[in-house]
């Protein structure tokens, strides 16, 4: 593709994104599926470029004070790419021929030319976030909001969890390093590995023989912390695609039973594959029927609720374009409902996991503080996490906010509720 074609297409794959509900991963992958012509370095392009954007979006629409996102695209190619564009260069690609963007307006130029050497003034455009969302942020970043928020405006690394059922780690990264990929220990995550990028990590031998999963470390961080034990009942209440199930499987040893539920059934559909290649015989699907015999019955319940995805943003950033106030409210009022509803299945003595991967106030901090007002047979369980070796968790409250700065994570909440046990003459 001609470079020219490139911003046009870039533009066009921007306005879709912001308009639709599909991720932007696939919307730039049906693209490619439909423009055989573009070569792997065209979609590289399309794809590195793209991601930038959304992630810049909120600073660049500020700077031009429009959304066009022609506009958007090319100052993004001269402020936020590696290999930052001269302005005339991009305002040369705007010439109208082969599928290139139509030549700008005296008007459109000015308002680039302007933007180019403006900066973003207000902090929501400097941290590249909407504006409604600064106070949940603030209130569950702290101090340390801006610096994350910083860091999540950039590329996401590359993990992968060891898969403790067929080796360790040291086999596990020999196995990569012959295979030529650049990996280390993660460093705070036990277990986790870092890839170095790029890497097609699911093509490689390690990962086919199940020595390795692709996961952040900080949801296989979630899953040590459910401390799930050879011969235990555990219950993935909001299982999806089963991550965390494959990792608290392989803190069993493959034994006990490992029940996965969701709500939407087709988000389990990868499970069984993705078992058999990690060597996990120990799941079962948990309709409701098998529910209804759970119930005080688990020694431990993980509750991964849906949530907005802010931890997600450097993977993810067109969803924090999408998200509306409305869509947060309704969503604290259903996790809220799923962890009282996930609260039924755990013994007495047992052990409630919740898990978002947000670092919003109102889905995290909020949520424990009314589920534990409804709930008096459950309490904060204040020595888990550092008992787990999770040094930067506040023990008065059992739980932590995992994040780029602290754990070199995504951002995502985790806290530990235990259940009361009964008297001993009950």
């Given amino acids: 593709m001609r470079p020219a074609a490139r911003l046009q297409t870039l533009s066009d794959l921007l306005a879709e994104t912001l308009s639709a509900k599909q991720a932007a991963d696939q919307i730039v992958k049906n693209w490619g599926r439909a423009n055989r012509y573009a070569g792997s370095k065209d979609r590289r392009f399309l794809s590195d470029a793209l991601f930038t954007t959304l992630r810049h979006y909120g600073g660049l629409r500020e700077r031009l004070g429009t959304g066009d996102p022609l506009l958007i695209c090319m100052l993004a190619y001269v402020s936020c790419f590696d290999e930052a564009w001269p302005l005339d260069e991009v305002l040369a690609l ?5 599928y290139a963007p139509a030549p700008l307006t005296e008007a459109q130029q000015e308002i680039l030319r302007d933007a180019v050497a403006r900066p973003a003034t207000s902090r929501a455009g400097q941290l590249n976030v909407a504006d409604w969302t600064l106070d949940e942020l ?49 460093g705070h995550i036990d277990g986790a590995l870092r890839v170095a990028l790029p890497a097609n990590v699911s093509q490689s031998k390690a990962f086919t023989d199940g020595l390795i999963e692709i996961q952040d470390a900080g949801a296989q961080a979630v899953a040590l912390l459910g401390d799930a034990q050879a011969g235990d009942t555990v219950l993935d209440y909001c299982a999806g695609a ?6 608290l499987a392989a803190s069993m040893g493959n034994r006990g039973r490992l029940i996965v539920h969701d709500g939407d059934r087709r988000r389990m559909r990868p499970i069984t594959q993705r078992a058999e290649r990690a060597g996990v015989s120990i799941i079962e699907a948990g309709d409701e029927a098998m529910l209804a ?107 932590v906010q995992f994040h780029p700065l602290n754990y ?19």
């Avoid at 947060?328 to 009022?333: E, F, G, P, R």
């Fill in 94 to 98: 705007a010439d109208g021929q082969n």
């Fill in 138 to 186: 603030d209130a569950g970043l702290g101090a340390a909001c801006d610096e994350v928020l910083a860091a999540m405006a950039t590329r996401a690394p590359l993990d992968v969890r060891v898969n403790r059922l067929k080796a360790d780690a040291d086999t596990a990264l020999s196995a990569l390093r012959d295979e030529g990929f650049e990996a280390a220990a993660h």
């Fill in 242 to 247: 089963g991550g965390k199930a494959l990792a």
């Fill in 293 to 399: 015999t759970l119930e005080q019955g688990c020694d431990v319940v993980v509750a991964d609720v849906p949530c907005s995805g802010s931890g997600r943003w450097r993977r993810a950033p067109e969803t924090k374009w999408r998200l509306t106030p409305q869509q947060l409210t309704d969503l604290n009022q259903l996790q809220l409902e799923i962890l009282l509803e996930a609260a039924r299945y755990v013994r007495p003595g047992g052990r409630l996991v919740y898990a978002t991967c947000s670092v919003f106030a109102s889905e995290n901090a909020a949520i424990i503080e009314q589920f534990l007002a409804a709930q008096p047979s459950f309490h904060r369980h204040t020595t888990a996490l550092q008992a787990l070796g999770f040094q930067h968790a506040d023990a008065g409250l059992g739980e």
């Fill in 408 to 426: 070199n994570t995504d951002g995502l909440f985790c806290a530990i509720l235990g259940c009361e046990e009964l008297p001993a003459s009950a």
